[in-house]
């Protein structure tokens, strides 16, 4: 028991290492960056967001900073009056265009690469930047302009700025800011944004903004057409063709709340954690590390005695502050007292992220995944 509390230590130290080098070097949106000339193309997919489309609407409609800006939203099938949502929010606004796609997917796709491919392909008579936004993301009146600004002078072929994920119900408090935690307490950003190991690849499928010839000369969404995780897999289609990727903080100029409640978030993460580590066997030694990490010494806090529960204590602290360093960073430098409690239940989100993770094995086995009214076809 000393082994393993004092193993799970040292891991959950060695999270909160890269955490703290990652909150001192994570690159940021910049506000104050100089406006953009060049063409900027906006692309929407977007099923059954009749709620959410229109606010982003208005914050594209409120854009400062990009001469030459132009959205292309795809109503993807949708069944809950989307499309006359859209067209109200947009109140004949030219640099809007609204299209229809009837139908599932074509054999061989999942919806949203298929549904992505569809607006990139309205796009070809434009170069400059792409961007692909979901519809439940939320902008600051300077967000493009800060990321396309960003995008050029990182000399990327692919800029994901992180949005700050909203989480209000309690699942999403448990779930949702391991979505950022995950890689930044794992994965020094120095080293993976000017890395060109696929691997090593960070993308948030939210907010993605591309060089649109980089995004063209690899193929686009068709390379990943059959992929539930359509954000990391084109970012590593783009290291293996020689392209760059990386990812900065948009901190308090992009936030998405991508789930609402629990019910919409184990049917959102379960679609994709089955893809997660490569494999069951992968997942699972992937997930009795985490556990050893950040819930074995949490409960040698709690029970253990003498140098147990100091291991323990340590290993508890540096799991808390792994996680609101990478909270802190990807707020845009906000802590709450939510933040704070939430943290705290950080073992808590670690078993939850284990069940759901199994959750989603099982039913991948069983073939029954499905989104927005769509069963998926995982290749």
């Known amino acids: 028991m000393r082994v393993l509390v004092r193993s799970g230590a040292v891991l959950s130290g ?32 977007a099923r059954n967001e009749a709620a959410a489309a229109p606010a982003l609407i208005a914050d594209l409609r409120a854009q400062r900073g990009v001469a030459d800006l132009r959205v292309l939203i795809l109503d993807d099938d949708s069944t809950d009056g989307t499309g006359a949502a859209v067209h109200d929010a947009i109140d004949g ?40 936004l979901d519809a439940d993301v939320r902008l600051a009146p300077e967000a ?15 800029l994901c700025p992180w949005p700050f994920q909203v989480a ?15 890689w930044f307490a794992t994965a020094p950003v120095p080293v993976a944004n000017r890395s060109a190991r696929p ?75 089955w893809t997660a580590f490569g494999s069951p066997a992968g997942a699972s030694a992937v997930l009795a590390a985490a556990l050893a990490a950040y819930l074995v010494p949490p409960l040698a806090a709690v029970f253990g005695r003498g140098r147990v529960r100091r291991w323990g204590l340590a290993g508890y602290g540096c799991a808390v502050t792994s996680r609101l360093l990478a909270r802190r960073t990807e707020s845009g430098g906000r802590l709450t007292a939510r933040d704070g409690v939430d943290a705290l239940a950080h073992p808590l989100s670690v078993v ?10 099982l039913r ?6 499905t989104w927005k009214g769509r069963r998926l076809r995982h290749l």
Request: proline share 4%.
């Open 364 to 369: 991948h086995r069983r073939g029954g995944h």
């Open 93 to 132: 606004d030219a640099r809007f265009a609204v299209h229809r796609r009837d139908g599932d997917p074509p054999p061989g796709w999942v919806g949203k690469p298929a549904a992505c491919a569809r607006l990139a392909e309205l796009s070809t008579a434009r170069d400059g930047v792409l961007v692909f």
């Open 144 to 158: 493009l302009a800060a990321s396309v600004v960003e995008l050029r002078r990182s000399g990327a072929d692919l």
């Open 199 to 273: 691997s090593m690849a960070i993308a948030c499928g939210q907010f993605l903004v591309f060089d649109a010839a980089g995004y063209r000369a690899v193929g686009g969404h068709r390379a990943v057409a059959g992929s539930v995780v359509e954000d990391l897999d084109l970012a590593r289609a783009l290291r293996r063709s020689g392209g760059r990727t990386v990812v900065v903080a948009a901190g308090d100029l992009a936030h998405c709340r991508m789930y609402d409640g629990a019910l919409q978030a184990r049917a959102g993460h379960g679609r994709w954690l």
């Open 14 to 45: 060695s999270g909160v290492a890269i955490a703290a080098l990652n909150a001192r070097t994570l690159p940021r949106l910049d506000r104050r960056a100089a406006a953009t000339t060049e063409p900027v193309t906006v692309c929407i997919p």
């Open 352 to 361: 939850a992220l284990t069940a759901l993770t199994a959750d989603s094995h």
């Open 168 to 182: 209000v119900s309690a699942a999403e408090r448990v779930l949702q800011p391991l979505l950022c935690w995950s």
